[in-house]
């Protein structure tokens, strides 16, 4: 029995996952075929789904990538001195996200299918059940270094800023003079006035 390369078999699994963020963000979800992502990827139909046995896998996959890179950016979040500058710097990797036409349309596609996709729908809310819980994790921490108002709850907190996140989306979707990067700076001074410590 011919061994699997572990380093090789993940590279193509990412070449496929490339090419179907590429796809879903041009045609959606439902409106792109795997014949079409097999293109963008340059494989065969049969290669494809030896990695991925529906489109569905695909886009859980994609879900679970994006739950691995959040986890990973929030281990090294803790690691800054100033929480709350490294809050906003999270906040504008958001907006850079944001910004991106792929990305975002990608974030938007995800979530309409998972008001469909039972499954997908159970992801997407875990994803979110882990970014509240690291936001209100790090709101806690700053807390203790008087970073952050002390009399913001941590998980009401996180469920602000999440939904801050959802609405930075939700805004491209529906206004196509918004654009994120030159928000920046109003956004920090709206999440200082609300975090920050008075007095």
Request: glycine share 6%; with cysteine.
């Amino acid at each position: 029995m011919r061994k699997i390369d572990p380093e090789k078999h993940a590279a193509r699994r990412q070449v496929i996952l490339d090419a179907a963020i590429v796809c879903f963000a041009r045609k959606g979800f439902h409106g792109t075929s795997t014949a079409e992502i097999c293109a963008e990827a340059g494989m065969s139909p049969g290669n494809l789904f030896h990695y991925f046995p529906t489109k569905h896998a695909i886009i859980a996959a994609i879900v679970e990538v994006e739950r691995q890179e959040t986890a990973e950016f929030f281990r090294e979040l803790h690691e800054a001195s100033d929480l709350f500058a490294a809050l906003l710097g999270f906040m504008d990797v958001v907006l850079r996200l944001a910004a991106d036409p792929v990305f975002s349309s990608l974030a938007l596609e995800i979530a309409a299918e998972a008001t469909r996709d039972e499954r997908i729908g159970e992801l997407v809310a875990a994803n979110d059940a882990d970014l509240r819980t690291a936001l209100a994790t790090v709101i806690k921490a700053a807390h203790e270094r008087g970073q952050i108002d002390a009399a913001i709850d941590p998980e009401g907190g996180a469920r602000w800023i999440a939904a801050i996140i959802d609405g930075i989306f939700g805004r491209i979707a529906v206004d196509p003079g918004f654009k994120p990067l030159e928000e920046a700076p109003m956004l920090h001074l709206l999440l200082t006035r609300f975090l920050c410590p008075t007095g």
